[in-house]
């Protein structure tokens, strides 16, 4: 048993009825009061009466009472206004820093135990899913309710990271935008050495040249390292020779050729094949974040996405090798993956520095427009039964799945907690 467990019982009153104090006083819970995440006692504004006087005040809650000497609190003044100490076993007398007896309840003894074995199962069971068995018995509005929280809270975490980078980049929108739409179509596996890319080639090197496709490209293909061999075709020359005059005239870096991978990707997603897209990209369309924050639609968002890799891609996936002619597209999947992981977060970034509600809300209606993810995570919740209808919901699954089961967080899970009390017999 842990602390996480008590205050589990503590908040939603899961013990034995009339509880009383070791003094045999009897307690009555009006309010438990509100669970504290951050420092300080583990309740606060709670109001319970003990005998016949109704106490406000703070809760605190430990496994054994000593507990409380082992952490100090008779040397802070946070933990004055204790109005009750709720422990699993009381092993040791508690003062308060004025020397003042605190009221003891000891929960041994007083616990459901129905409550008790479900999470002792949830927590120690190897399921990639803990409550896979038990899920299906949930409410679809209660379901529904915290995918769209977990979604929000998905959203959250990745507009903090866009916050650290936004800073990094001097409050430019444009470089930061720029930088995260090119790691992201490294899709995964060429995700580092593109936003190093990105960084070594900022935008407005790019935009000095936004008439011309071929230097973009011999920008994009020299900083990537990719030039940096004795090639055939007149195409990777041609591009060498437009870099070395960029090059000197920028000052550009290049990026180590190593750091990029081909090893078990399908050509199609080939780094030579992807840099190209990009480069189409970059040429087609300028202010591309400004257009994105004009349209409402997205049939729109996608057509932005719409490019395709150079002609001497139809026949090549790399250099010097030709193949089979195929115009080298950005299909579907791809489309949805970069709306989904660069447009939808930047909208909810630009919504929360702005203070734009509409921008989170435009976001939402195009991720409930995305046919849902695959990829392992929603295997697995499509194994047991449990089906994403469209990104939004498949988002909040690989929220769920990351952060909630596979860290055992069973009683911050609205579906684990729901679980827990329905096994509870005291309520």
């Known amino acids: 048993m842990n602390e ?8 939603y009153r899961l013990y034995r009825p009339n509880i009383k104090t070791l003094d045999q006083q009897l307690v009555e819970v009006i309010n438990p009061g509100q669970l504290n995440s951050d420092a300080g006692p583990d309740f606060s504004n709670a109001r319970i009466r003990i005998g ?11 496994l054994k009472a000593s507990d409380w000497y082992v952490h100090n609190h008779h040397h802070d003044a946070s933990y004055s206004n204790i109005i009750l100490h709720v422990v699993l076993e009381n092993n040791k007398a508690v003062n308060d820093r004025n020397g003042k007896p605190i009221p003891v309840l000891e929960l041994k003894g007083l616990i459901d135990e129905g409550v008790y074995k479900k999470y002792f199962y949830f927590i120690n069971n ?20 915290w995918l769209e929280r977990l979604f929000i809270e998905r959203m959250e975490h990745k507009t903090e990271t866009l916050g650290t980078l936004f800073k990094h980049n ?17 899709f995964k596996t060429n995700e580092q050495p593109f936003k190093m890319l990105a960084r070594v080639l900022p935008i407005n090197t790019l935009g000095k040249h936004k008439n011309s496709l071929f230097q973009i490209e011999a920008m994009l293909f020299g900083c990537s390292g990719l030039l940096d061999k004795d090639y055939k075709d007149d195409y990777p020359n041609e591009l060498l020779q437009e870099f ?13 050729t190593h750091l990029w991978k081909f090893l078990r990707l399908r050509p199609t997603n080939f780094p030579t094949i992807r840099i190209s897209q990009f480069a189409a990209l970059v040429y087609k369309s300028e202010n591309l974040f400004s257009k994105i924050l004009e349209t409402d639609s997205s049939d729109q968002l996608r057509k932005f996405f719409d490019v395709k890799a150079s002609s001497y891609w ?7 090798k030709s193949v089979t ?17 660069t447009v939808v977060q930047f909208l909810f970034f630009y919504a929360q520095i702005k203070g734009k ?6 976001a939402i209606d195009v991720m409930l427009q995305i046919k849902p993810e695959k990829n392992h995570i929603i295997n697995q919740w499509k194994q047991i039964g449990v089906e994403a209808k469209n990104a939004f919901e498949s988002q909040a699954l690989i929220e769920l799945k990351n952060n909630y089961c596979k860290q055992k967080q069973c009683l911050k899970c609205n579906i684990g907690t729901k679980l827990l009390r329905d096994n509870a017999d005291y309520r």
């Open 4 to 11: 996480a467990f008590l205050h589990f019982i503590w908040q």
């Open 52 to 62: 016949k006087t109704i106490w406000a005040g703070n809760i605190e809650i430990h």
């Open 126 to 145: 190897k399921k990639r899913i803990p409550c896979e068995k038990d899920i299906h018995s949930i409410n679809p509005i209660t379901m529904s309710g």
């Open 170 to 186: 001097a409050n430019s929108l444009t470089q930061t935008f720029y930088q995260v739409l090119a790691g992201n179509f490294g």
């Open 244 to 256: 070395k005059f960029l090059q000197n005239k920028y000052s550009l870096t290049k990026i180590e």
């Open 314 to 320: 139809d026949n090549h996936y790399t250099f010097d």
């Open 325 to 341: 002619t195929r115009v080298k597209t950005l299909g579907e999947s791809a489309i949805n993956n970069l709306i989904l992981n």
């Open 357 to 362: 509600q509409t921008l989170r809300d435009r």
